[in-house]
């Protein structure tokens, strides 16, 4: 007579190994979804419209916005902003904390990055308050305080002035202007468009243009640990100039 074994309980713990053993051999063949990649896009709090307006620390308008959007999807991935203070937006982008960086120029940044190709335009100007007495040329605001924003480089006005121009700090260019038309300063530095949307959202603020700075071409600063996007990027950027999706994107806020 054949006698019969009965298998004794296998130990609790070893029923534990052999589950964790299985569950890491089927997470080395599983096909699960990875994570999204991303386009991690600096939002400058520094900003105003019509580049950028922000709510609890997220982009909700503007150009860059817009810009970054319509950047990622065409790349492929999901566009992630981060709000970063000027000071920090370059070397975000440098050490690859960040991705891009748009509506720049080389000699805004001090940073080791890669550049896009310029493909937006702006002018720097002078603006200046209700009562501010007009100006001719830029020597004459040599000894004045201009309003100015905390992070900003003025290379252009340094030259011409052969000194650091005396500034008056503010965290953003909206404030910069609010400032202005309040008469904390009797003349600010700013953009064309920054100042046309300001005082089409402030009619009685009477805030005018004295003085053309410089026009710029500006394009993105991307950074080195992207750099195999730099040549997609620059083809994206072509063809929303031939389908006109740009020109479309900056009519928006024109």
Known sequence: MMQEYKKSPR???ARWHLLALTLTLLAWVCPCPAEPAVLRIVAPTSQSMPMLRMAEQRPVAGLLKD???VFARQLGLSPVFLPLPSKRAALAVESGAADLLCYAKPEWLEA???WTQLFLSGTGIIAAGPDSPAVSQLQDLRDEPLGTVLGYRYPAIDQVLARPIARED???AETN???LALGRVRYAVTDRAALAHYVKSHPTSNLREVLEVEPYRLGCALSPAKADLL??????IDRMRVDGTLEKLLN???
């Open 177 to 179: 202007l609010r400032r």
């Open 170 to 172: 503010v965290a953003d």
């Open 112 to 114: 080791d990055v890669l």
């Open 11 to 13: 130990p609790s713990w």
């Open 231 to 236: 040549q997609p990027l620059n083809r994206v």
């Open 252 to 254: 928006r806020y024109r």
């Open 67 to 69: 810009l970054g959007e």
